[in-house]
């Protein structure tokens, strides 16, 4: 069993989310709820799945959570390139959350890869 909050991958996703949740604040009153809900959740869940994959009893099992924070990853992604698209977040916003999302993304990788290795 790993301690999740030595984890910089999981450190980043979890300041990712907090970071996903002020931004989007102001989505609500622009009509936007579900996309508010849907990109909060996807980066919450990035970190989410690297806690559970911390409790796993086998490093397979701890791999298939890394894979599903992946697919959060690329799922919070989509929903940033939604939001600014309905020009809910400015640029600077947009292209700082992504390239975090992306290397966090790129982190996960390289560590389930190792997992795996």
Known sequence: MLDFKHILAWQR???LAIAVH??????TRLGHATLRSQLKRSAESIAANIVEGCGAATKNEFARFLDIAIKSATETEYHLISAR????LDLD???RLTAETVEIRKMLY???RKLLA
């Open 85 to 88: 698209d309905f020009a809910l």
């Open 13 to 15: 996703a979890h300041a």
């Open 93 to 95: 916003q947009w292209h």
């Open 22 to 27: 002020k931004v989007t604040g102001p989505f």
């Open 110 to 112: 390289a560590y389930r």
